[in-house]
């Protein structure tokens, strides 16, 4: 069964490497200040999609992710692994998206891919953490979803079958195509990148990415798979006001960096008053909440 798959892939901030200049004054992240990374989840998403590919001979993988023209890496990262094609969606007007913002614009794109069979990425992006995306590109393309999955076990008579982690132990269930899968981190990871694969794509960038005086710029006429799909707002026919920040209700009210401090050590007895003063303390100082 040859299956169209599309992986949605985040380059995200080294969360590792946070510090005072990570946030801008707007409330948004300050990606020029910190290192940029494949968001983990999104490369066990992408192994998921190049094992169905290898179980399903005459299938594609292509990579879609939106970001500023540097994201073009992702893709990148995704051919050196086995994916056959990438779209980078940029433009100013998709900035400071929130997940409403960035669903709607994944959803405009897969619609102009079109014919998408399983779109699969990562549970959630760890520059966030809300584990929305995935589910809110499902409703707005009307499809079959699968959360938490751990391995995509088989694709067969137009059916998914997905073993998921829920609270307790393992699932498998099964689920008609068109199908949007999220997997969980605990998935098998990504597997190294080809060497073959490297040297094939290694120039492949997108055309927002050139300056246009690289040693190898003749190289892009003679093999044009090295250039990159590139889309704007209007090239996936989206809506400005569905786009960015004017299309993103959630707003950043503060950003505060809290440094856990040992200061000294208390002996609690198991009275409600005890537990009660621990909670009280915990919340002020904002070490829960």
Same mark, same amino acid.
């Given at each position: 069964?040859?299956?169209?798959?599309?992986?949605?892939?985040?380059?995200?901030?080294?969360?590792?490497?946070?510090?005072?200049?990570?946030?801008?004054?707007?409330?948004?992240?300050?990606?020029?200040?910190?290192?940029?990374?494949?968001?983990?989840?999104?490369?066990?998403?992408?192994?998921?999609?190049?094992?169905? $590919?290898?179980?399903?001979?005459?299938?594609?993988?292509?990579?879609?992710?939106?970001?500023?023209?540097?994201?073009?890496?992702?893709?990148?990262?995704?051919?050196?692994?086995?994916?056959?094609?990438?779209?980078?969606?940029?433009?100013?007007?998709?900035?400071?998206?929130?997940?409403?913002?960035?669903?709607?614009?994944?959803?405009?794109?897969? $619609?102009?891919?079109?014919?998408?069979?399983?779109?699969?990425?990562?549970?959630?992006?760890?520059?966030?953490?809300?584990?929305?995306?995935?589910?809110?590109?499902?409703?707005?393309?009307?499809?079959?979803?699968?959360?938490?999955?751990?391995?995509?076990?088989?694709?067969?008579?137009?059916?998914?079958?997905?073993?998921?982690?829920?609270?307790?132990?393992?699932?498998?269930?099964?689920?008609?195509?068109?199908?949007?899968?999220?997997?969980?981190?605990?998935?098998?990871?990504?597997?190294?990148?080809?060497?073959?694969?490297?040297?094939?794509?290694?120039?492949?960038?997108?055309?927002?990415?050139?300056?246009?005086?690289?040693?190898?710029?003749?190289?892009?006429?003679?093999?044009?798979?090295?250039?990159?799909?590139?889309?704007?707002?209007?090239?996936?026919?989206?809506?400005?006001?569905?786009?960015?920040?004017?299309?993103?209700?959630?707003?950043?009210?503060?950003?505060?960096?809290?440094?856990?401090?040992?200061?000294?050590?208390?002996?609690?007895?198991?009275?409600?008053?005890?537990?009660?003063?621990?909670?009280?303390?915990?919340?002020?100082?904002?070490?829960?909440?």
């Amino acid at each position: 069964m040859k299956l169209k798959i599309v992986v949605l892939a985040k380059q995200v901030p080294d969360t590792r490497n946070v510090g005072k200049d990570a946030m801008t004054a707007e409330g948004t992240v300050n990606r020029t200040a910190l290192p940029a990374i494949f968001n983990p989840e999104d490369l066990n998403a992408l192994e998921q999609a190049l094992r169905i $590919k290898d179980q399903n001979p005459g299938s594609t993988v292509g990579v879609l992710t939106m970001g500023p023209p540097r994201a073009g890496e992702i893709i990148r990262q995704g051919l050196y692994r086995g994916a056959d094609t990438g779209w980078l969606l940029t433009d100013r007007k998709f900035a400071g998206a929130d997940t409403l913002a960035t669903s709607y614009a994944l959803a405009m794109a897969i $619609k102009k891919i079109g014919n998408v069979d399983l779109v699969i990425g990562g549970r959630q992006a760890i520059d966030g953490d809300t584990a929305q995306v995935g589910p809110q590109v499902a409703q707005k393309l009307g499809l079959n979803q699968v959360t938490y999955a751990e391995e995509v076990v088989k694709i067969e008579n137009g059916k998914a079958v997905v073993r998921r982690h829920i609270d307790g132990g393992v699932e498998t269930v099964k689920a008609p195509l068109p199908i949007m899968i999220t997997v969980n981190g605990t998935a098998a990871p990504a597997r190294p990148c080809n060497a073959k694969l490297v040297m094939k794509y290694k120039y492949a960038t997108c055309p927002m990415e050139r300056k246009g005086d690289e040693p190898w710029t003749p190289l892009y006429e003679s093999r044009p798979y090295l250039t990159l799909n590139q889309w704007s707002v209007a090239d996936v026919n989206g809506d400005e006001t569905q786009c960015g920040l004017s299309g993103s209700p959630t707003k950043v009210k503060a950003v505060q960096n809290i440094v856990f401090q040992a200061k000294e050590s208390k002996t609690l007895t198991s009275s409600d008053t005890d537990v009660e003063s621990l909670v009280e303390e915990l919340l002020n100082e904002k070490i829960i909440g």
